[in-house]
């Protein structure tokens, strides 16, 4: 069975710092891996996804994840952090196209001004 | 185009009665999928659909049904409703890809049962 990881239920990082939002998973097979923001009262946006290929993925809002298929991890990160980066953030999972995804349980993102 | 709809956007019911939420997609999506949220809990899948007249059961299906008789349109039902289904439901769309593309999400119909 499919199972996605978000170890922290929250984090704060300085305005500026860089960021780090945590995922793991674990699947059978080739792993389809997916970012996803939800700000207040509204519905998830897609950030960026792995299908295969480059390690390291670019997505929307100048977010990268890395993918690392030894430690089963797909971090989610951000060189400089805004405050306007302030929402919730969710990983999912899929291992195959009649999967259903499976979403983590969200982590909640705080930008300090 | 309007993505995903969702209709009505705030909802309170009493136990026992009934409803019907709307998800409507104007993308031509071939998959069509109905989450719940509630805090800490992330989103679970309660039933999808991969075409028009057909329907799937997902993580959390009891105390709901669906039907798919368009396309565009994807109605989740619930027949009595219970306390346990207050929460925040999620409709979503995604290519003839399935899983493996990424969704898209209207923005919520927040439903309370007292």
């Known amino acids: 069975a499919q199972s996605v990881a978000q170890p922290e239920d929250q984090v704060n990082v300085a305005e500026g710092n860089p960021l780090t939002v945590k995922c793991t998973y674990s699947?059978?097979?080739?792993?389809?891996l997916f970012w996803y923001v939800q700000y207040p009262n509204r519905g998830l946006q897609f950030l960026l996804k792995y299908i295969t290929g480059d390690n390291l993925v670019k997505g929307s809002y100048g977010f990268e994840a890395e993918f690392n298929k030894s430690q089963t991890s797909f971090h989610l990160k951000k060189p400089s952090a805004l405050v306007s980066d302030s929402a919730l953030y969710f990983c999912a999972v899929s291992g195959n196209r009649d999967d259903k995804i499976i979403f983590g349980k969200g982590t909640r993102l705080h930008i300090l001004p | 185009n309007a993505g995903v709809t969702q209709t009505p956007k705030f909802r309170v019911l009493k136990t026992g009665q009934s409803m019907t939420l709307l998800c409507a997609q104007d993308?031509?999506?071939?998959?069509m999928y109905w989450y719940r949220q509630d805090p800490g809990m992330g989103l679970r899948l309660i039933h999808y659909?991969?075409?028009?007249?057909?329907?799937a059961k997902g993580e959390v299906p009891d105390g709901y049904n669906v039907s798919r008789l368009k396309k565009q349109n994807f109605l989740l039902g619930l027949e009595s409703a219970a306390p346990s289904q207050t929460s925040v439901y999620f409709c979503a769309t995604s290519t003839e890809t399935g899983s493996l593309d990424e969704q898209y999400f209207g923005p919520g119909t927040r439903l309370t049962v007292t």
């Open positions: 993308m031509n999506h071939e998959y």
């Open positions: 659909s991969v075409g028009e007249g057909t329907t």
């Open positions: 699947v059978s097979g080739n792993p389809y």
